[in-house]
């Protein structure tokens, strides 16, 4: 499988401190797991999306927000999502990058793509920022692939330990994607529960108990998620892939392994004829997020 990895430098600019979980670091750890195990994959340019991109998802006065929090390193309402000037251009790069591996997927020069980009995204509402994350990029991708690109079918698997609340209510009764969340309940942010199915019963919510066994994340894949997207027949699947269930991770309770992560990714491999993108939204402990990367990557090559 041709695999293509996405990243740029503008993202260790985005400081939001060294304390913060959601650091310059993270991506760090991964371009250092990536060069400890030899891998050299070929690398796709990193492009900003545009403010029309934005306004797919996005409202007008959320993006002038956002634009002037970070230009003016300003105080956001939301304490945990810290912004500085570089990073709106962070920020832009994250979301349009979601969208050219999303092209080059389609467009069939690459089979894959993983995207080690920063901020996150899953947590970024229509109108606000908030849990470290500024433009919703999986959103964003999904809505210019049906929008722009005009497909019908398009799939979102968010296994981020956190639900992906943005992503959910941004396309909730959208009838043309299906959203999948696997995630600790309860937990931040709250929402994430199995009856909320969406208009067009294209949500679905998988909730994990605290300290569950890694068992049940992968059983859940095979027996709930795998059945349910072979059903819908996605054209393409992005993956919210945060890396925050290990059992490591300082922000969960949840037991999963660096095994685990390839495991899930060569579980769901099959599914729109493994036309994958798969963009980084958590994992706070960088070693383990640094391995995991490099076995998800590997896994998505096989």
């Known amino acids: 499988m041709k695999t293509a990895f996405t990243f740029a430098e503008e993202g260790l600019l985005h400081d939001t401190g060294p304390r913060h979980p959601e650091r310059p670091d993270r991506l760090r750890a991964i371009r250092d797991a990536f060069e400890a195990a030899g891998l050299k994959p070929p690398r796709l340019e990193a492009k900003r999306a545009s403010r029309d991109d934005l306004l797919r998802i996005h409202t007008a006065e959320h993006i002038d927000t956002i634009e002037e929090s970070c230009r003016s ?17 962070a920020a832009l790069l994250a979301a349009g990058s979601a969208i050219g591996a999303c092209e080059a997927v ?45 497909l019908s079918r398009v799939a979102i698997l968010d296994w981020d330990v956190h639900h992906g609340n943005g992503t959910q209510h941004s ?38 108990a605290p300290g569950v066994s890694a068992e049940l994340w992968l059983e859940a894949i095979e027996t709930v998620v795998v059945p349910t997207l072979e059903t819908f027949d996605p054209e393409i699947l992005l993956i919210s892939c945060g890396f ?19 495991e899930m990714t060569r579980r769901i491999k099959g599914i729109a004829g493994g036309r994958i993108v798969s963009l980084l939204e958590g994992g706070y402990d960088t070693q383990a997020l640094g391995e995991s990367s490099v076995a998800h990557f590997r896994a998505l090559q096989e």
Request: with cysteine; proline share 7%.
């Open 171 to 208: 396309l909730y009764d959208d009838p043309s994607v299906y959203y999948i969340s696997l995630h600790q309940f309860p937990h931040y942010p709250g929402t994430g529960r199995a009856e909320e199915r969406g208009e067009a019963n294209t949500n679905l919510n998988i909730p994990m």
């Open 244 to 262: 925050d269930a290990h059992k490591n991770d300082p922000l969960s309770d949840q037991n999963l392994t660096t095994d685990d992560f390839a």
């Open 73 to 89: 390193a300003g105080h956001y309402p939301d304490a945990d999502t810290v912004m500085m000037e570089a990073s709106w251009d």
């Open 106 to 150: 389609l467009d069939g020069a690459f089979d894959s793509a993983f995207n080690a980009m920063r901020p996150p995204g899953h947590h970024a509402e229509r109108d606000h920022a908030m849990g470290f994350c500024l433009f919703n990029n999986v959103a964003i991708a999904a809505k210019w692939l049906t929008d722009a690109r005009g």
